[in-house]
């Protein structure tokens, strides 16, 4: 059966790991990207993400060499973020060594964008990350890394962006982000009984039971970042919770150990 | 000198990158004469088939890859992509026509569960049918693979099927016969067990 897949997300900035809260409050250095991925992969997790936070509002796309690199150091799946709005810049990015690509602002700008980067490299390495708050209106979705609202509802754009062939569909809470206050189970809930694709939850992740309560509700994949970089909980503790507790995930102790 | 096939639909820079890390001398390479000088092929994939096919057809390269597949029986391997384009077609956007090494079409995965989503992401358990040389040193309860895809390989010949994985029923994880392997799943992002397969692959003597 497949398994439930942890997936540490990291932001890159100026070419190293950030984190902070909200998408916009209190940064915190991270870390280096390739020794960071090295070290999650040594806890075998299942995947790992990239998002360049720079790249949209700079008008540019995450650094190729970064991810040539972690791409010569580990051995699993990784997403990369940030700026994409160019079949050749996918091109580019899978042929430095993602696997998938992750869309946010230039799915909103051009849905039609989505359904051609699928035709093209496969719906499987499209991922499109849907960036959205919680407002006494509904959640609303946001472009350019929160910075630009849109009338879009969450649920909504999750459904139409299935329907252009986004490979899976990423729902982050801006609202939620480093807070580690828990994950957005009603949406999680709605969005998973409705959608074919597999929903990956992201944002609010802060103790086990969280990811647990994430991944019942039925998202197929949650990331975790600022409970792996700031608490004591690892990836090696998060999967032998939710093992021990009937949650689905791969028994692996890690790579290369 | 092991040859991976550059046309343009694949990852293969992770490829090279996972045999390069096992001491393996590669090429990337679109030159049919390098197919010829090489001692193994792999032909990675990622993308759609019909187009894929094409990029091969309209690259010329598909000859030489017959030749080294049929004639000179070099050791193949082919992933996920690349495995689907050794069948003899594939219903994937309105039906086209593969290298047809291999007597098995290519569908769509089916689920008999409505809870089950396509595409298949992520890692998944084997169930080994055959060819058990493949996986030689996989720890028994935990030889998941990573998977991504939204089409398999449904063989003629069940002594084709190396493994299957469960993903709402059976789903074609790994085929064998003869010269030819082929996995659906990616050993290049499969972390060990990944990197077990493909050592397995680089060692297994074809002519014994």
Sequence with gaps: MLKKRIIPKFLVHNRRLVKGVRFH?????????????????????????FVDIDATPNGGIIDGSIIERVSE???????????????????????QGADKV???????????????????????????NIDYRETPEGRKVYAACGGEATDQSAYDWALRMEDAYAGEIMITSIDRDG??????????????????????????????DHCKMALDAGASAITISSMFIFSDHSPIKVRSYLASNGTNVRSQTGSRS | MIAIVDYGFGNVRSLSNALDFLGADTEITRDPEVF???DRIVLPGVGAFGDAIKAIRDLGLEPALNRN??????????????????????TEHGGHQGLGWIDAVVDRIRPNDPEVKVPQVGWNTLEIRNSGWLFDGLPAKQNDVYFVHSYHMLCADPADLAAVTNHGGPVTAAISRGNLTATQFHPEKSQDNGLRILQNWLEHDFDA
């Design chain 1, 25 to 49: 409050e209190n940064w915190r250095e991270a870390g280096n990207p390739v020794s960071t991925a090295r070290v999650y992969d040594s806890y075998g997790v299942d995947e790992l993400i």
């Design chain 1, 73 to 95: 150091e580990v051995f699993m799946p990784f997403t990369v973020g940030g700026g994409v709005t160019k079949l050749e810049q996918i091109e580019k990015l899978l042929a």
């Design chain 1, 102 to 128: 992750c869309l946010t602002t230039a799915a909103l700008r051009d849905p039609g964008f989505v359904t051609r980067a699928a035709q093209r490299f496969g719906d499987q390495c499209i991922v499109v």
């Design chain 1, 179 to 208: 807070t580690m206050s828990g994950y957005d189970l009603d949406l999680i809930h709605r969005l998973s009984d409705r959608l074919q694709k597999p929903l990956i939850a992201s944002s609010g992740a802060g103790s086990l």
């Design chain 2, 36 to 38: 010829d000088a090489a």
């Design chain 2, 69 to 90: 597949a049929l004639q000179t029986r070099k050791p193949m391997f082919g992933i996920c992509l690349g495995m689907q384009l050794f069948a003899k077609s594939s």
